[in-house]
């Protein structure tokens, strides 16, 4: 099997999210970027099938020289080769310019499965895979928590979460895309020969040009989507602690939660 | 007489002639034996412990000789007895021995040239006296082994049982014929004023069963009597003898070989130093240890000199609270895998020609047939088997080398640990907290980072729980009111402080560790400082002891002998007083007792607040009992048991103390948690020794 495995690098989940002061971003200064913890779900996912079934892993990712960080993440948990969107004509897509740019690296690759997060825990659109698997003309199943490849490769039974913790379960004939969510599978910690080996793996480079698009149909020119403004929640403020008798109490707590919290 | 001795008797021929043959034959397979088990020994990797010598000479002194860790505990002294006992007896029976081959032989032949034959009797009361205190011991160690049935006798082994059982009676029943032998010999007198004839009291004993057997002798019929008495005597305490020197590397007596030497190359590096590895070799394709014969030869030596004491698992927080770790039991079954696979591969037998059971011997693995993960993870690293071990065995290191092996090459582990990990990875704490709120503890205190002073007096490291974990984080902000109101010029590295390594290194994860001891000896570089402050025993231990591995080099103090400092050079502010009646116990943390001998400052700190009355736990000092949280166990789930603080929890309510004063951030949560689980939070307080000095500031 060829397998392909989408993955996004974003901001460590502990991260502390200041807007810049134009509210166009994010501060980046001091972030910590790991890999989406989602697409985790799908690297793993992505090795079973492989030490199932033989065949490669391919990691796809588009994102600044960082990501290279994240690929060999997960080339030291065991995938064979990354293939790396980078290129500043990028910066700034949305799902749509996204998903064009990961189409055009992967329509020269053979493929059986493509796999990948159920959404990138940043932005948090989960709408890539979607337009990426129309885009290259396969199906897709969403929010998968377990998957089931057939002897011959050719299609794949996949459970997805619906609503009220019910499962739906889809056959799907291959290839198709595969959104993974938590739940899939435990991922694997890389081993120090995994880490060492990862040192030496293949990553190809794909920049604009080599990608056969124009600068107008990726990042911020390509997206149909324009983000107007960030911001944060305002803070939540500490509780109030009451004290006194019962009877006076609820008088107060009443009233505080008509005129200060208009609850009531 | 001794130009009359018949052929049959002990040193006539041809007698001795079959002396000689019996004894070389011994001797002979004795050390083919030994040299066998030096090969299997030499399978291991190398190591240098051949530095210091005179040290290690001395060590032997006062450790084989003085057996100064065995008479630790009041059992010991029963090894005390029997060991010189067994050095007299040797004494003994070698003469008798020369004596079998070359008859009229006494040491008075060698003595009296030197002019020194007046030692000759007192010698003689010597062995006759002690072995008389050895068949005591001997009685006492039936006791104890058959009747009390001690904790640390607890084996899993039957077979190690039975050995137990018949040197200890090959022993006594060696020891009755030699006194047989020695009151015959009196009864035959044949070496006239030289052992007890005229002067009994100098082998009273022998003398009294020269009597039983008959003696004095008045006839030359007696005198043939007592001849063959003599000779039957002398042949079974020869032969248990000898036969006793070709058991000896078959049984646990194995450690009559591997202790001396073990206690001689014992390792004189500080305690808390695990030995690096070298990460940049990019040939390797396996971590750690996975097999018996990739440990270095000392580390194989542990096994040939284990004794099966138990005096480890006697003492193992693990053991105790029904885990299935024995540390007893691992260097046991290791000893036992080695002999068996070091026989196959010192016998370099093509694989085709191996039998069967040699092919099963060569696939038992390591870490699975011989140690189980489970016990590999139950260690808390606490080295309370290597603190009460006679011999020096050094358990800990080869627990940390196949949860090296486990974690580096095969990538398997309590699933709990990986979070932990990639949370140091991460955002260099074991919590999963961003780093940059590293520093949020001290907000509103007056507090430095060095990015801001550039240098400082003191760099005062803060550790991850004190800077992350709530209630720790009242300890650093209690040094940190300490600090100011003593007048010490200090600051922190703030997000620059990364977590210490110590969690990880103790996990297995060397490089996790190394890539974060890396970063902060980095980062230190940067800052001049005179000394490093410390309040968690982990982060103190590894800076101190494990950093000079990476090129840091630095004078680290913990915060128990800082304050001590302080208060010597009458700049501590103490507290009015200690909450409650004013009875107060001291929970010696592992990585700042056993593994830093620091038992004392905290103490001295303790007692010297108004008011305050020290009561002690049942194990404190270098017998404290681990509080569960050391070796990364602080990070993993424990399912198995009792509960390890619950237990120490229950020896401090027993204390009467109403306040449990540690020194140890990790030692605090568990302690909490414990007195949670045995309902006395309300009524006794656990805190930092820190926390109750700077309680009016």
Same mark, same amino acid.
């Given at each position: 099997?060829?397998?392909?495995?989408?993955?996004? #690098?974003?901001?460590?989940?502990?991260?502390?999210?200041? *807007?810049?002061?134009?509210?166009?971003?994010?501060?980046?200064?001091?972030?910590?970027?790991?890999?989406?913890?989602?697409?985790?779900?799908?690297?793993?996912?992505?090795?079973?099938?492989?030490?199932?079934?033989? +065949?490669?892993?391919?990691?796809?990712?588009?994102?600044? #020289?960082?990501?290279?960080?994240?690929?060999?993440?997960?080339?030291?948990?065991?995938?064979?080769?990354?293939?790396?969107?980078?290129?500043?004509?990028?910066?700034?897509?949305?799902?749509?310019?996204?998903?064009?740019?990961?189409?055009?690296?992967?329509?020269?690759?053979?493929?059986? *499965?493509?796999? +990948?997060?159920? #959404?990138?825990?940043?932005?948090?659109?989960?709408?890539?895979?979607?337009?990426?698997?129309?885009?290259?003309? *396969?199906?897709?199943?969403?929010?998968?928590?377990?998957?089931?490849?057939?002897?011959?490769?050719?299609?794949?039974?996949?459970?997805?979460?619906?609503? +009220?913790?019910?499962?739906?379960?889809?056959?799907?004939?291959?290839?198709?895309?595969?959104?993974?969510?938590? +739940?899939?599978?435990?991922?694997?910690?890389?081993?120090?020969?995994?880490?060492?080996?990862?040192?030496?793996?293949?990553?190809?480079?794909?920049?604009?040009?080599?990608?056969?698009?124009?600068?107008?149909?990726?990042?911020?020119?390509?997206?149909?989507?324009?983000?107007?403004?960030?911001?944060?929640?305002?803070?939540?403020?500490?509780?109030?602690?009451?004290?006194?008798?019962?009877?006076?109490?609820?008088? #107060?707590?009443?009233?505080?939660?008509?005129?200060?919290?208009?609850?009531? | 007489?001794?130009? $009359?001795?018949?052929?049959?008797?002990?040193?006539?021929?041809?007698?001795?002639?079959?002396?000689?043959?019996?004894?070389?034959?011994?001797?002979?397979?004795?050390?083919?034996?030994?040299?066998?088990?030096?090969?299997?020994? !030499?399978?291991?990797?190398?190591?240098?412990?051949?530095?210091?010598?005179?040290?290690? =000479?001395?060590?032997?002194?006062?450790?084989?000789?003085?057996?100064?860790?065995?008479?630790?505990?009041?059992?010991?002294?029963?090894?005390? %007895?029997?060991?010189?006992?067994?050095?007299?007896?040797?004494?003994?029976?070698?003469?008798?021995?020369?004596?079998? %081959?070359?008859?009229?032989?006494?040491?008075?032949?060698?003595?009296?040239?030197?002019?020194?034959?007046?030692?000759?009797?007192?010698?003689?009361?010597?062995?006759?006296?002690?072995?008389?205190?050895?068949?005591?011991?001997?009685?006492?160690?039936?006791?104890?082994?058959?009747?009390?049935?001690? !904790?640390?006798?607890?084996?899993?082994?039957?077979?190690?049982?039975?050995?137990?059982?018949?040197? &200890?009676?090959?022993?006594?029943?060696?020891?009755?014929?030699?006194?047989?032998?020695?009151?015959?010999?009196?009864?035959?007198?044949?070496?006239?004023?030289?052992?007890?004839?005229?002067?009994?009291?100098?082998?009273?004993?022998?003398?009294? %069963?020269?009597?039983?057997?008959?003696?004095?002798?008045?006839?030359?019929?007696?005198?043939?009597?007592?001849?063959?008495?003599?000779?039957?005597?002398?042949?079974? @305490?020869?032969?248990?003898?000898?036969?006793?020197?070709?058991?000896?590397?078959?049984?646990?007596?194995?450690?009559?070989?591997?202790?001396?030497?073990?206690?001689?190359?014992?390792?004189?590096?500080?305690?808390?130093?695990?030995?690096?590895?070298?990460?940049?070799?990019?040939?390797?394709?396996?971590?750690?240890?996975?097999?018996?014969?990739?440990?270095?030869?000392?580390?194989?030596?542990?096994?040939?000199?284990?004794?099966?004491?138990?005096?480890?698992?006697?003492?193992?927080?693990?053991?105790?609270?029904?885990?299935?770790?024995?540390?007893?039991?691992?260097? $046991?079954?290791?000893?036992?895998?080695?002999?068996?696979?070091?026989?196959?591969?010192?016998?370099?037998?093509?694989?085709?020609?191996?039998?069967?059971?040699?092919?099963?011997?060569?696939?038992?693995?390591?870490?699975?047939?011989?140690?189980?993960?489970?016990?590999?993870?139950?260690?808390?690293?606490?080295?309370?088997?290597?603190?009460?071990?006679?011999?020096?065995?050094? @358990?800990?290191?080869?627990?940390?080398?196949?949860?090296?092996?486990?974690?580096?090459?095969?990538?398997?582990?309590?699933?709990?640990?990986?979070?932990?990990?990639?949370?140091?990875?991460?955002?260099?704490?074991?919590?999963?907290?961003?780093?940059?709120?590293?520093?949020?503890?001290?907000?509103?205190?007056?507090?430095?980072?060095?990015?801001?002073?550039?240098?400082?007096?003191?760099?005062?490291?803060?550790?991850?729980?004190?800077?992350?974990?709530?209630?720790?984080?009242?300890?650093?902000?209690?040094?940190?009111?300490?600090?100011?109101?003593?007048?010490?010029?200090?600051?922190?590295?703030?997000?620059?402080? &990364?977590?210490?390594?110590?969690?990880?290194?103790?996990?297995?994860?060397?490089?996790?560790?190394?890539?974060? =001891?890396?970063?902060? %000896?980095?980062?230190?570089?940067?800052?001049?400082? /005179?000394?490093?402050?410390?309040?968690?025993? @982990?982060?103190?231990?590894?800076?101190?002891?494990?950093?000079?591995?990476?090129?840091?080099?630095?004078?680290?103090? $913990?915060?128990?002998?800082?304050?001590?400092?302080?208060?010597?050079?009458?700049?501590?502010?103490?507290?009015?007083?200690?909450?409650?009646?004013?009875?107060?116990?001291?929970?010696?943390?592992?990585?700042?007792?056993?593994?830093?001998?620091?038992?004392?400052?905290?103490?001295?700190?303790?007692?010297?607040?108004?008011?305050?009355?020290?009561?002690?736990?049942?194990?404190?000092? $270098?017998?404290?009992?681990?509080?569960?949280?050391?070796?990364?166990?602080?990070?993993?789930?424990?399912?198995?048991?009792?509960?390890?603080?619950?237990?120490?929890?229950?020896?401090? =309510?027993?204390?009467?103390?109403?306040?449990?004063?540690?020194?140890?951030?990790?030692?605090?949560?568990?302690?909490?948690?414990?007195? /949670?689980?045995?309902?006395?939070?309300?009524?006794?307080?656990?805190?930092?020794?820190?926390?109750?000095?700077?309680?009016?500031?």
């Amino acid at each position: 099997m060829d397998i392909l495995v989408c993955m996004k #690098q974003v901001p460590d989940t502990e991260t502390k999210i200041v *807007i810049n002061p134009e509210g166009t971003g994010i501060v980046t200064d001091g972030i910590k970027y790991v890999m989406n913890p989602y697409d985790e779900f799908a690297v793993e996912e992505a090795l079973k099938i492989k030490e199932k079934m033989g +065949g490669t892993v391919t990691i796809v990712s588009m994102g600044p #020289q960082r990501a290279t960080e994240a690929i060999r993440t997960a080339l030291a948990m065991g995938a064979d080769k990354g293939v790396h969107l980078c290129d500043d004509a990028f910066e700034g897509a949305d799902s749509y310019s996204t998903a064009k740019a990961l189409a055009a690296a992967i329509k020269p690759l053979s493929y059986d *499965i493509i796999l +990948g997060g159920k #959404q990138a825990v940043d932005h948090d659109n989960a709408q890539v895979y979607a337009a990426l698997a129309e885009l290259l003309d *396969i199906s897709h199943v969403s929010i998968v928590t377990q998957l089931d490849v057939a002897e011959d490769g050719k299609s794949a039974v996949a459970q997805r979460e619906v609503e +009220g913790g019910a499962r739906e379960v889809i056959e799907v004939s291959l290839p198709a895309f595969i959104a993974c969510q938590k +739940g899939l599978n435990e991922p694997r910690y890389a081993s120090l020969p995994g880490i060492m080996k990862a040192k030496k793996k293949p990553i190809d480079v794909i920049d604009l040009a080599k990608s056969g698009l124009s600068a107008d149909e990726v990042g911020e020119k390509g997206a149909k989507l324009k983000i107007r403004k960030f911001f944060l929640p305002p803070e939540r403020e500490a509780g109030k602690i009451l004290e006194g008798e019962p009877e006076e109490l609820a008088t #107060q707590l009443v009233k505080l939660l008509r005129e200060e919290a208009k609850a009531i | 007489m001794t130009e $009359h001795v018949p052929g049959w008797f002990p040193g006539g021929t041809p007698t001795n002639i079959l002396t000689a043959v019996l004894f070389l034959g011994a001797v002979g397979i004795f050390a083919y034996v030994a040299y066998r088990l030096v090969k299997i020994l !030499l399978l291991g990797a190398p190591e240098d412990r051949f530095d210091r010598i005179g040290d290690r =000479i001395k060590g032997v002194l006062v450790f084989v000789f003085g057996q100064r860790r065995v008479i630790r505990e009041p059992s010991g002294w029963g090894h005390f %007895v029997i060991f010189w006992g067994f050095l007299f007896i040797t004494v003994g029976t070698v003469e008798g021995f020369v004596r079998g %081959v070359w008859p009229g032989f006494t040491y008075r032949t060698i003595l009296d040239p030197l002019h020194l034959g007046f030692l000759y009797l007192p010698l003689n009361l010597a062995i006759d006296l002690i072995s008389f205190g050895v068949l005591i011991a001997l009685c006492i160690g039936f006791y104890r082994r058959y009747v009390v049935k001690p !904790l640390r006798l607890e084996s899993d082994d039957p077979h190690a049982k039975v050995d137990a059982t018949i040197i &200890m009676c090959l022993i006594f029943v060696l020891i009755i014929f030699m006194f047989l032998e020695r009151g015959a010999d009196i009864n035959i007198g044949r070496y006239e004023g030289s052992l007890a004839i005229g002067s009994p009291a100098w082998a009273p004993i022998s003398a009294l %069963v020269a009597g039983l057997l008959g003696g004095p002798i008045a006839s030359d019929v007696q005198l043939g009597q007592q001849m063959v008495f003599y000779s039957i005597f002398w042949w079974i @305490h020869n032969l248990i003898i000898l036969g006793f020197l070709i058991y000896i590397p078959f049984s646990k007596h194995l450690h009559l070989l591997g202790a001396i030497p073990n206690v001689f190359f014992r390792s004189f590096k500080p305690r808390g130093e695990l030995p690096t590895m070298d990460l940049e070799d990019e040939t390797v394709e396996s971590y750690g240890i996975s097999k018996i014969e990739e440990y270095t030869w000392k580390q194989l030596l542990d096994e040939f000199a284990c004794t099966e004491c138990g005096r480890c698992q006697e003492n193992c927080p693990a053991f105790l609270t029904d885990k299935k770790l024995s540390p007893s039991r691992v260097i $046991h079954h290791m000893k036992l895998h080695l002999k068996e696979k070091g026989r196959i591969l010192i016998g370099g037998k093509p694989e085709d020609a191996l039998s069967d059971e040699e092919k099963a011997a060569l696939e038992t693995q390591l870490i699975g047939d011989v140690v189980t993960e489970e016990e590999i993870w139950d260690c808390t690293t606490c080295a309370a088997c290597m603190e009460n071990c006679p011999v020096f065995i050094e @358990h800990v290191p080869k627990i940390v080398d196949l949860r090296r092996y486990l974690v580096l090459t095969e990538s398997r582990f309590p699933s709990e640990a990986q979070g932990v990990f990639r949370n140091m990875e991460t955002n260099y704490n074991p919590w999963s907290m961003g780093y940059a709120s590293r520093a949020d503890w001290a907000k509103d205190l007056d507090v430095k980072t060095f990015a801001e002073a550039g240098e400082a007096d003191i760099l005062y490291w803060v550790g991850c729980a004190g800077s992350f974990d709530d209630r720790a984080k009242q300890i650093s902000q209690a040094m940190v009111k300490i600090l100011n109101a003593a007048g010490v010029n200090f600051a922190i590295l703030g997000t620059e402080e &990364m977590c210490c390594g110590d969690s990880a290194r103790r996990m297995g994860n060397e490089y996790l560790a190394q890539t974060l =001891i890396q970063g902060n %000896v980095e980062v230190m570089a940067n800052y001049k400082f /005179k000394r490093i402050l410390v309040t968690c025993p @982990h982060g103190y231990n590894t800076l101190k002891n494990e950093y000079p591995q990476f090129g840091g080099s630095y004078e680290v103090v $913990h915060h128990t002998e800082f304050l001590l400092e302080l208060l010597r050079a009458g700049k501590l502010p103490l507290p009015k007083g200690l909450n409650g009646n004013g009875v107060v116990t001291y929970h010696d943390s592992c990585y700042l007792g056993r593994y830093n001998e620091i038992y004392d400052p905290p103490r001295e700190l303790l007692a010297a607040i108004p008011g305050a009355k020290l009561a002690e736990m049942d194990r404190i000092r $270098h017998k404290s009992f681990c509080c569960g949280a050391g070796g990364g166990r602080m990070w993993l789930e424990e399912t198995v048991g009792e509960r390890i603080n619950e237990k120490r929890s229950e020896s401090a =309510i027993q204390s009467g103390a109403k306040t449990v004063g540690v020194a140890c951030p990790f030692c605090l949560t568990m302690f909490e948690d414990g007195m /949670k689980a045995k309902g006395e939070e309300e009524n006794i307080r656990v805190a930092d020794i820190a926390e109750l000095i700077a309680a009016d500031l």
